[in-house]
């Protein structure tokens, strides 16, 4: 059983809310682009999963450089808060 998990629709609105755009796709992966913190981070979003658990999604939080608790908050109360 996968300790954290969340949907591939609900990580693509967390992106948008922190301003990151979609640029392209490579194969299976929707490339997103943005700033945190005046830093430039590019995210490879997996689409032929609809949900995303432990490793794959910790991956993809460090690519986009926003803070690991945005994602844990998102998950138990659907909100999404800036840091």
Do not use: A
Request: glycine share 6%.
């Amino acid at each position: 059983m996968p300790r954290f998990l969340i949907y591939q629709k609900d990580f693509i609105k967390i992106l948008k809310e922190y301003n990151f755009r979609y640029t392209h796709t490579k194969g299976s992966h929707n490339f997103w682009e943005g700033s945190i913190n005046g830093k430039y981070y590019v995210v490879q979003v997996d689409v032929k999963y609809d949900f995303y658990s432990d490793t794959l999604l910790m991956i993809m939080i460090v690519q986009s450089g926003i803070p690991k608790e945005v994602f844990k908050v998102f998950r138990k109360t659907g909100r999404i808060i800036k840091l």
